[in-house]
């Protein structure tokens, strides 16, 4: 018979495995981080070269985007220089640490939607006072992470329905392989020609991964047929930041703080878990909103929009290799990343320069797979009606409130699933 001593150590561990388990606020790794050794070791070319197109992406048409929206807002050079300065700086800064921390390919960019939606704003609103609404943003971002709430909400989305928004979204990308051939054909037709017949011999493809090897025709058929032309005049070689005082109006605070966080915590991260889950990797979705609301702090410093997760940018580190050594892909992001903030001026002109089917061309390919996956989980199994109404919804570009499509196609498709598909939520639950 045990001593009475012994009795409290008999029960308490009964006591602790009978009660819940709470999860933390912030993921735990799964692995301990990576390191330089680590990093030597796992990478390789196709891991780098899935690292430099999602740089090649994020430095042209975002950034065409990005100059395009503050050259129509009335922003100056140095101030365009010095968003582009804080958006790369936040991607490299925020990727690096998260990647090397979770090993996972944990990609960070810049809300392009938000971008968008700043175009009118600065018709009517001052440069400070769309800073200032860049700074509460930042803040609302990071109290939601801190509360825990993004984790619940984005585990109450099915799958399927996530993955038809994000469908939607990346549908752009796979006709502008059509496109780009049929406007450019000397350009993005040897890279189609290179990605198809690297993927049909897999003895070719296993020295050259497809999508590496359509970046190099591609290079090549720039080069030679004279297309890349970089305009004349002398700018800036590297950054200067800027810094602009915010002003705080409710006049901006009402327009744009709300439509940011929704964007950034629903719309860009929503499609960036979709895809590294559909890719096998076990996200943290807390430490991204907390991550997210943090960066946006840092570029709202620099006059810059929110920072967040985006599905592109995943989808194109997560597009080939083993799912355990992609993280280094995703390491040289993001020090490609500070090395554009560092040569902002310089590294835009020079993207710029290139013709535009090459880029379309590029980032079709390499989106190929993330959209194949994406048409698979949103509509092979159950919730498709759900799937449907959000994939029209968010293709069919609905803006409410000064909110992107994608919010109202998540919602729209969930509310029409939870009326008409209760018995594939039941057989969730």
Same mark, same amino acid.
């Given at each position: 018979?045990?001593?009475?001593?012994?009795?409290?150590?008999?029960?308490?561990?009964?006591?602790?495995?009978?009660?819940?388990?709470?999860?933390?606020?912030?993921?735990?790794?799964?692995?301990?981080?990576?390191?330089?050794?680590?990093?030597?070791? /796992?990478?390789?070319?196709?891991?780098?070269?899935?690292?430099?197109?999602?740089?090649?992406?994020?430095?042209?048409?975002?950034?065409?985007?990005?100059?395009?929206?503050?050259?129509?807002?009335?922003?100056?050079?140095?101030?365009?220089?010095? @968003?582009?300065?804080?958006?790369?700086? !936040?991607? *490299?800064?925020?990727?690096?640490?998260?990647?090397?921390?979770?090993?996972?390919?944990?990609?960070?960019?810049? !809300?392009?939607?938000?971008?968008?939606?700043?175009?009118?704003?600065?018709?009517?609103?001052?440069?400070?006072?769309?800073?200032?609404?860049?700074?509460?943003? *930042?803040?609302?971002?990071?109290?939601?992470?801190?509360?825990?709430?993004?984790?619940?909400?984005?585990?109450?989305?099915?799958?399927?329905?996530?993955?038809?928004?994000?469908?939607?979204?990346?549908?752009?990308?796979?006709?502008?392989?059509?496109?780009?051939? +049929?406007?450019?054909?000397?350009?993005?037709?040897?890279?189609?020609?290179?990605?198809?017949?690297?993927?049909?011999?897999?003895?070719?493809?296993?020295?050259?991964?497809?999508?590496?090897?359509?970046?190099?025709?591609?290079?090549?058929?720039?080069?030679?047929?004279?297309?890349?032309?970089?305009?004349?005049? !002398?700018?800036?070689? =590297?950054?200067?930041?800027?810094?602009?005082?915010?002003?705080?109006? @409710?006049?901006?605070?009402?327009?744009?703080?709300?439509?940011?966080?929704?964007?950034?915590?629903?719309? +860009?991260?929503? +499609?960036?878990?979709?895809?590294?889950?559909?890719?096998?990797?076990?996200?943290?979705?807390?430490?991204?909103?907390?991550?997210? *609301?943090? =960066?946006?702090?840092?570029?709202?410093?620099?006059?810059?929009?929110?920072?967040?997760?985006?599905?592109?940018?995943?989808?194109?580190?997560?597009?080939?290799?083993?799912?355990?050594? +992609?993280?280094?892909?995703?390491?040289?992001?993001?020090?490609?990343?500070?090395?554009?903030?560092?040569?902002?001026?310089?590294?835009?002109?020079?993207?710029?320069?290139?013709?535009?089917?090459?880029?379309?061309?590029?980032?079709?390919?390499?989106?190929?797979?993330?959209?194949?996956?994406?048409?698979?989980?949103?509509?092979?199994?159950?919730?498709?009606?759900?799937?449907?109404?959000?994939?029209?919804?968010?293709?069919?570009?609905?803006?409410?409130?000064?909110?992107?499509?994608?919010? @109202?196609?998540?919602?729209? *498709?969930?509310?029409?699933?939870?009326?008409?598909?209760?018995? /594939?939520?039941?057989? !969730?639950?």
């Amino acid at each position: 018979m045990p001593s009475p001593a012994s009795e409290p150590s008999t029960r308490e561990p009964a006591m602790a495995a009978a009660a819940p388990e709470r999860s933390p606020l912030l993921e735990r790794p799964v692995l301990r981080p990576a390191g330089v050794r680590d990093v030597l070791r /796992d990478i390789a070319p196709q891991y780098a070269g899935n690292g430099v197109i999602g740089l090649i992406f994020s430095a042209s048409g975002p950034i065409a985007v990005t100059l395009a929206v503050g050259a129509v807002g009335g922003l100056s050079q140095a101030e365009l220089a010095s @968003w582009v300065f804080g958006i790369f700086l !936040s991607a *490299g800064l925020a990727t690096i640490v998260m990647s090397l921390l979770y090993r996972q390919p944990l990609g960070f960019a810049w !809300s392009i939607p938000g971008t968008v939606l700043l175009g009118p704003s600065l018709q009517h609103l001052s440069f400070p006072e769309v800073v200032g609404a860049f700074f509460v943003a *930042g803040v609302l971002i990071l109290a939601l992470g801190a509360t825990g709430l993004v984790r619940r909400i984005m585990a109450a989305i099915p799958m399927p329905i996530v993955m038809a928004m994000v469908a939607a979204v990346f549908l752009r990308f796979g006709t502008d392989i059509v496109t780009s051939t +049929q406007s450019n054909p000397v350009v993005a037709g040897p890279m189609v020609l290179a990605f198809i017949a690297l993927s049909a011999v897999p003895t070719l493809g296993k020295y050259l991964p497809p999508v590496l090897g359509t970046l190099v025709v591609g290079i090549i058929a720039v080069a030679a047929s004279g297309q890349f032309a970089m305009e004349s005049g !002398s700018g800036p070689i =590297f950054a200067v930041p800027v810094f602009t005082a915010p002003e705080f109006t @409710w006049a901006a605070q009402l327009e744009l703080v709300v439509p940011l966080a929704i964007t950034v915590l629903i719309v +860009q991260n929503g +499609q960036g878990v979709a895809v590294l889950r559909a890719a096998g990797h076990r996200p943290p979705v807390n430490a991204f909103a907390v991550a997210s *609301g943090i =960066f946006s702090i840092v570029n709202a410093g620099f006059g810059a929009v929110a920072a967040c997760v985006t599905g592109p940018t995943n989808a194109l580190l997560t597009s080939s290799g083993d799912k355990n050594r +992609q993280y280094t892909g995703a390491v040289v992001y993001g020090l490609l990343s500070l090395l554009c903030a560092l040569l902002a001026p310089t590294l835009t002109r020079f993207m710029l320069a290139t013709p535009e089917a090459f880029v379309l061309a590029l980032g079709g390919i390499a989106m190929l797979k993330a959209l194949q996956q994406a048409f698979v989980t949103a509509f092979s199994t159950t919730y498709t009606l759900g799937s449907l109404v959000t994939f029209v919804v968010t293709i069919s570009d609905l803006k409410l409130f000064n909110i992107h499509a994608a919010f @109202w196609g998540i919602l729209i *498709g969930y509310t029409v699933s939870r009326l008409l598909e209760r018995r /594939d939520h039941a057989a !969730s639950a």
